[in-house]
Structures are given as C-alpha cells and as structure tokens.
C-alpha cells in the first residue's frame, strides 16, 4: 500500500535518482580502495581515463572495457547482417539458409535482425556512469528503446527457434530459456526502478545485460568444440537430402550420399560427418550444429554465475543504493521506504532491512 504517493512525486525521485551522481557511480570517493596516498603512474593515468567517464572504482571499468566492449563489438560487426539476403545469406551457419530463405522463418530471423543488433548497440550506453547522471533524458529514452527492442527480439526467438543451428532439443532449450529469462530480467529491472529500488533495478539490469552476453560466449566455445571433435573424428549428425542439395547442389548427391536418390525422399535424413576443417560445408555444419547446444548451456552456466559472483563481491555498492532507494522512496510517499520493490526482506525470509541510524536522521 502507498500512503501520499502521486505520479508527480515518484517522477522526482526518478529524476533525482538519476540526476544524483552519488546515485548512479560506483560509491563515494571515501570508500575506495583504489585512492591510496601515492598512486603510481599508471594508476593516476588510468584515472585520468576513466574518472571523466563517471566510474570511480578501478576494478569496474576494465570490466565495463570486456563486457561492454564485447557487446559493442560484435555489434558492430555484424550490423551487416541486417542485409538478410545478401550479406546475412552468405555468413549464416552452413544449413541455416535452407529454413530461413522464406516463410515465417524468414520474418522471424528478419524480426530478430532488426531488433538484437540495435539493442545490442544501445544498451551499452546504459551503463556509462557520466550518460546516467548528465544526460538523463537520453538514458531514460535509451532504455525504453532497448527494452522494446529486447523484447521483441526474445519474441522472434520463438519463431525461429524450431530450426536455429538445425534445431536440436539441446539448442531449442538452451536459446528459449535465455530468451525467457532475460525478459524476465528486463521486467524485475523496469518495476524496480519504477518503484524506485535502485540497487534492485542495478542488480536485474547487470543480471539481464551479462545474460544476453552469452551469445558472444557461445560462439568461443562452439568454434573451440568444433575443432576438438573434428580431431577425434567420431562424431556425426543428420541433414535431409534437400538441405544437403541445397548447400551443394543435386549432382553430389551421387557421390557422397547414394542413399538421397534410392527412395526420391528429399526430407530423408543421411548421416554426415562432423569436420570442421572438411571440404564439404555440410560437414562443417554438422560440426558447429553439435558443439552449438552445449556451447550455449555451458557460456549460459558462466555468465549466470559470473554475474552473481560481482553481485555479491560488491554488497557495499548494493547498501549505498539500497540507502539511495529509502532516501527516494521516502520523499515520493512509499510505504516500506528501502524495500518499496522486490526485495527479499518483504518477499523472502531475509531479516528486515532498517536504515543507517544517519539516514534515519536525515
């Protein structure tokens, strides 16, 4: 229950949460374990970079630099594939084209396109300490824009999702779980923040942006497991005849699969080796197609734990936001000021959180 709450005065806390550098950094200078007496030459020059960005901590922007510049790189990289039937057509995963050349396939891969590669490019600006606390307005668009974009990208998901990297049950549970869990992510970091729960809102925006992550991370792992079974040699999967045709043309069929052309089926499944350094592309398909499940489970495991572990390597972070949040949510007429969101003193069994004696004073 909200007691005094109206729109106009949970919009100010918005805006000052936002507008309040204190708010938005990584903690006040007094409690950094970075600012020693005499900093070498390389820790004051590392400062002259990253201070002017709004980070205040020396651990956080290398890994902002990983993260987010991984993000933004592959991005960027693969903006050309929003040329679907050119560009996307030639660098798509050997057999992927045969499903997504039309039909409702084509939309959805169309539809995901269109909406991931923005969102992947935007919401990197989200989490640049200078853009949250100058230039507010922007990041107030900017995050509605990526969370639309992100969902209706996780949408499209589900439409290509029977034949993404031929569509195993492995690589259809592993892409709809991260899609289903980052929409989850994007909508606990939304009411969060409309409830004004910073170091909620904090928490479910860096859980959902190193999710989505995964991606990039699956793509290693797959290229590393491709080349390892493609050594072993023992490893094979399925195409149709239609797709291998496809990918190759009718007039191997004779040669390498005589079986295509005994029955005339062309869904009949053929077995094909798994060689990523063959000569075939159909066998260096089956050699992306199944590492590409695993590789997503796996990256998916590290970056759920990866985040998790900073979460709870920087509960002094998670404290100030929480005092930022009571400040806010006391101003804006909240009941339960400091756990007015999804907090797991009110939720949980989690002992009930109570304000600094100073904050109290205040």
């Not at 997504?100 to 989200?126: D, E, N, S, Y």
């Not at 077995?271 to 992306?288: P, S, Y």
Request: aromatic share 12%; charged share 20%.
């Amino acid at each position: 229950m909200v007691y005094g709450w109206n729109k106009s005065s949970a919009r100010k806390g918005q805006d000052d949460v936002a507008n309040d550098p204190q708010s938005q950094n990584d903690g006040p200078k007094s409690n950094q374990h970075d600012e020693d007496p005499a900093p070498s030459g390389f820790v004051s020059a590392m400062r002259k970079v990253y201070r002017p960005l709004g980070f205040h901590k020396g651990y956080n922007f290398p890994l902002f630099i990983i993260m987010a510049g991984a993000m933004f790189g592959f991005t960027l990289a693969r903006l050309q594939y929003l040329d679907v039937g050119g560009i996307y057509k030639e660098g798509s995963l050997p057999g992927e084209w045969y499903w997504f050349k039309g039909g409702h396939f084509r939309i959805g891969i169309t539809m995901h396109l269109a909406c991931v590669l923005p969102a992947g490019f935007l919401m990197v600006w989200q989490f640049i300490p200078v853009i949250r606390f100058k230039a507010i307005l922007f990041h107030r668009i900017n995050g509605y824009i990526v969370i639309i974009l992100t969902l209706l990208s996780n949408a499209s998901v589900f439409i290509i999702l029977r034949r993404s990297v031929h569509g195993d049950l492995p690589t259809q549970s592993a892409l709809g779980l991260l899609a289903i869990m980052t929409t989850i992510g994007i909508g606990m970091a939304y009411y969060n923040i409309k409830r004004l729960q910073v170091d909620q809102h904090r928490a479910w925006m860096l859980r959902t942006f190193i999710w989505i992550g995964t991606i990039i991370t699956l793509r290693i792992i797959m290229i590393i497991s491709a080349l390892i079974t493609s050594m072993i040699g023992s490893y094979y999967h399925s195409w149709t005849c239609d797709e291998i045709a496809f990918a190759r043309g009718s007039n191997n069929l004779r040669e390498n699969y005589p079986e295509c052309l005994q029955n005339g089926r062309p869904e009949k499944h053929v077995v094909v080796h798994a060689d990523f350094n063959g000569d075939n592309v159909e066998e260096v398909g089956a050699a992306l197609q199944i590492s590409f499940g695993m590789a997503a489970w796996l990256a998916f495991f590290l970056h759920l734990i990866g985040v998790e572990i900073y979460l709870r390597m920087t509960p002094a972070e998670g404290e100030r936001l929480r005092c930022v949040s009571y400040r806010k949510q006391l101003e804006a007429g909240f009941s339960h000021p400091g756990s007015a969101g999804l907090t797991s003193d009110r939720w949980g069994d989690a002992p009930k959180w109570v304000p600094p004696p100073d904050e109290e004073k205040n």
